[in-house]
């Protein structure tokens, strides 16, 4: 399926301008149509509460909304090429309920790395989690530090051999297509183990695209750290995998590589569930 239907996540956050930078690239690549969400919050005061704040009180709270909106506005607009592929729509109200939605909707939602500093409570799932494991549609997730010149030339898949990896290279097919270089990435967790990479080679080779395979043994190391290492070795711009629930009983099975790859990539990362 091709990607011609891109929806951008946009945050009052400082992190923000290089998400939409990264997002008006990659749609420029991709000949793609872009959208961008803004969710604003609700009310911070509930109306049943609203008679034990002063007017005062109640119009600072609109006016920070809506000087919110503004920069988001501004932010959109400074960021976007001229053209008419673009598009800002404004909501309110829970922000991954609402992106959920519109992501049903689009081949491929950009999102913005949880920032550690506003990192959920430990078990809570974070918007990125939501909405790639609910919408249905794969995501582009975009570090919450850096800027990226490049994007989809120099591409790792992480390959497991599961449905959830298999499903993650057929989505990002039209970026593999245009990539100079993609890597088959496999960490089995021993010596005598091995994971099978045959399949996936032939698949990507009968729709036009050469790969490198490479294996590499975890032993007692953390599979995370090992699959975002070689990446910052071999320079990759982006990193094609599965993403995992984060239940305790997927933990244990596939250790949490998902979630610690959200927490700690360096590069952009392609998923899907």
Known sequence: MPLSDLLVHVDASKHCAARLDLAAMLARQLSARLTALYVGRADDVPPTMADQYSSA????????????????????????????????????????????????YRDLTILGQVDPDRRTVD?????PDLVGLNSGKPILMVPYAGSFATLGERVLVAWNDSAQAARAVDDAL???????????????????ENIATDGIVGHLDRHGISVETERLVAGGSEVSDLLLSRAADETIDLVVMG????????????????????RHMTVPVFMAH
Request: aromatic fraction near 4%; charge should be neutral; charged fraction near 25%.
């Open 57 to 104: 009180q109640l119009d600072a709270v609109d006016t920070a909304h809506a000087m919110q909106r503004e920069d988001v506005e501004t932010l959109f607009k400074t960021h976007m090429s001229a053209g008419n592929w673009q598009q800002l729509i404004e909501e309110t109200g829970d922000v991954a309920e609402l992106v959920v939605r519109h992501a049903r």
């Open 123 to 127: 078990g809570e799932l974070s918007v």
């Open 174 to 192: 039209p970026l593999l297509k245009k990539a100079k270089k993609v890597t088959i990435l496999t960490v089995s967790p021993s010596n005598a």
């Open 243 to 262: 993403l995992y629930s984060h239940s305790r009983l997927r933990e244990r099975l596939f250790g949490g590589v998902s979630r610690e790859v959200l």
